[in-house]
């Protein structure tokens, strides 16, 4: 792998042999040639080195409220890019195709030309869009390649959206925070083990960067897909809500229908079970929303 092609990764700790990434929670310490649980960030010889930068996989011309975003600039078109590569593993992941992509998608990308934050400002100007999100994977994981972008498009006056599952640790959270307008964040679950077992994560690591956030007034949406039998505790959900309404009453929440999907067998979410958590979300938040009905 030619490293004169790759781009040097930020917040890790090297002893020459191994690193450790302080990118987001799970902290991973990296032998020299392999990667860390997101299979995108590889040590080469003790440092620490970015595998998707410039690199997405996916990019469209999405409306905004797909993100989903319903009370920032509603009815726009906004520029979405995505990338290989997640820092959890759901095993009801809605885009495993992409955030789960094995080794050999990944190693791949060394042919793919790369499309540089130059290229993506370039792409918003051509088509008179006025906002950028990353999103589809995990952000997190293409960290410097979203900061890069982000920090272009506060000069070219484009906003920018950050759709994320909120494992990533408060000091690059901190740094990248000005740069982003808008942020979408799934909270899973509000059962630890359910993070643990299904999700590979932590719930607390979520749970702050919400806080982080909101105490920071930008901008958030949460997104809370709902699964039949694992996550539909009532009282689970009652305590979710709750923890919403101490960060801001306001915080608009998305109930998102699941479908059958990667390795968890599930059944389609019921419209009436969502209905039924939208009820119960209204006694504690003013703007609740149902999605994928």
């Given amino acids: 792998m030619n490293i004169?092609?790759?781009?040097?990764?930020?917040f890790f700790l090297s002893d020459k042999e191994k690193v450790k990434c302080?990118?987001?929670?799970?902290?991973?310490?990296i032998v020299d040639g392999k990667t860390g649980f997101c299979g995108v960030r590889k040590n080469i010889d003790g440092t620490?080195?970015?595998?998707?930068?410039?690199?997405?996989?996916?990019?469209?011309?999405?409306?905004?409220?797909?993100?989903?975003?319903?009370?920032?600039?509603?009815?726009?078109?906004?520029?979405?890019?995505?990338?290989?590569?997640?820092?959890?593993?759901?095993?009801?992941?809605?885009?495993?195709?992409?955030?789960?992509?094995?080794?050999?998608?990944?190693?791949?990308?060394?042919k793919q030309k790369e499309l540089t934050p130059e290229d993506l400002i370039s792409i918003c100007k051509k088509n008179n869009l006025e906002f950028l999100a990353f999103t589809y994977n995990e952000p997190v994981i293409f960290y410097e390649y979203m900061l890069e972008t982000a920090i272009l498009c506060k000069k070219n006056n484009i906003k920018t959206v950050m759709v994320s599952n909120g494992q990533i640790n408060p000091k690059p959270l901190l740094n990248i925070i000005e740069f982003i307008d808008a942020f979408n964040i799934d909270l899973k679950s509000f059962n630890d083990n359910f993070y643990k077992e299904i999700c590979n994560g932590k719930l607390e690591a979520t749970k702050e960067t919400i806080r982080i956030i909101a105490e920071h007034k930008k901008h958030i949406e949460i997104t809370f897909l709902l699964i039949k039998d694992f996550n539909d505790n009532e009282q689970e959900f009652n305590e979710l809500c709750k923890f919403i309404k101490s960060v801001n009453p306001e915080i608009v929440l998305h109930i998102s229908r699941a479908f059958p999907r990667y390795?968890?067998?599930?059944?389609?979410?019921?419209?009436?079970?969502?209905?039924?958590?939208?009820?119960?979300?209204?006694?504690y938040l003013k703007n609740v929303y149902t999605g994928n009905v």
């Fill in 4 to 10: 004169n092609h790759l781009h040097k990764a930020s």
């Fill in 22 to 29: 302080l990118l987001c929670p799970k902290e991973c310490i």
């Fill in 48 to 110: 620490l080195y970015s595998l998707v930068y410039g690199k997405p996989v996916a990019v469209h011309i999405d409306p905004i409220e797909k993100k989903p975003l319903y009370h920032f600039y509603p009815g726009s078109e906004i520029l979405s890019i995505g990338t290989f590569g997640c820092n959890l593993s759901c095993q009801f992941c809605q885009n495993h195709d992409i955030s789960q992509a094995d080794k050999h998608k990944i190693e791949s990308l060394e």
């Fill in 263 to 283: 390795k968890l067998e599930i059944k389609t979410t019921p419209v009436d079970l969502l209905n039924k958590f939208k009820d119960t979300a209204l006694k």
